[in-house]
């Protein structure tokens, strides 16, 4: 009985912090289907006493950004085509320095390993003016790849870390019996590491592309009219200063701008988990 009784107790704290957590969701739902007369005249938690979809299709195709009134539409396909490359890029480059530094050591693999790990934790505020300096040289500044380029430089040290330890967990006669039977550097990674690693390639995936679309920074600051990602369309719509303050519009576009993130965690959330896991308990 003492046992039901403290199960009861823990699932009771676990539901309540549950709906804690999820309330700011909840209101950002409720609120993006009411009319602003409803808003106005209701509360905050209560379901909308209508359903009205008008508001989601503003912030998609509609709401201002400064003087442009396209909505969210334009800059989500923005964040489309910088997010996708980037995270495959990376991610491959985070591999192959992975499999590097887990199973080809030389001279210094020790302490270049450790400057990457420096450099994961280094202010994204440091970085904006050398990263300015080097798109303005390479005359990609204010462009969608060039926004590309600075995230795939600074995800390459997360991404090389989850490799490095995923594949050093891997046993070295692996690699020493395909140098036996001839096998190179790139016939091993893709004959041996690669088959392997779908566990730890979500992992990066999950992590890289939740970092890229969720920027804000750097995306204010390397990118320009016509190339911005979601979220500085985000903060325009929702900081506007002109006309009726839309609270409906504002919600329906935040809840837009956090979907795809949203969808990678629902779909793929256990298997992050199970990655992570996985490069920890080998050996």
């Not at 020790?110 to 202010?123: D, S, Y």
Request: proline letters at 5%; aromatic letters at 14%.
């Amino acid at each position: 009985m003492k046992r039901i009784a403290l199960r009861l107790g823990l699932y009771t704290m676990l539901i309540l912090f549950a709906l804690y957590y999820l309330m700011p969701l909840f209101v950002m739902v409720v609120t993006s289907l009411k009319s602003l007369d409803e808003i106005r005249t209701g509360s905050l938690l209560s379901l909308p006493r209508e359903i009205d979809f008008s508001s989601w299709a503003k912030a998609w195709s509609g709401a201002c950004t400064g003087i442009q009134c396209d909505g969210l539409r334009p800059f989500f396909w923005n964040s489309v085509l910088l997010s996708i490359p980037a995270v495959v890029i990376s991610t491959l480059l985070g591999a192959i320095n992975g499999y590097v530094l887990a199973q080809w050591r030389f001279k210094g693999s020790n302490i270049l390993f450790a400057l990457m790990l420096f450099g994961c934790f280094i202010p994204f505020q440091v970085v904006l003016l050398p990263m300015a300096i080097t798109l303005g040289a390479l005359k990609i500044a204010g462009s969608i790849p060039g926004l590309m380029l600075v995230h795939i430089v600074y995800g390459i040290g997360f991404t090389t870390l989850f490799f490095r330890n995923f594949y050093v967990t891997i046993p070295a006669e692996l690699v020493k019996a395909a140098k036996v039977d001839g096998a190179g550097f790139f016939r091993i990674f893709f004959a041996i590491f690669l088959p392997v690693s779908p566990p730890i390639i979500v992992v990066t995936v999950i992590w890289q592309f939740t970092q890229i679309w969720n920027d804000f920074l750097f995306g204010v600051s390397f990118s320009q009219a016509g190339t911005q990602p979601i979220t500085v369309a985000l903060n325009n719509i929702v900081n506007a200063t002109t006309g009726v303050k839309e609270y409906n519009v504002d919600m329906a576009a935040a809840i837009i701008a956090a979907l795809p993130t949203l969808l990678v965690y629902v779909v793929a959330g256990k298997y992050f988990i199970r990655g992570l896991t996985a490069g920890s308990v080998k050996g």
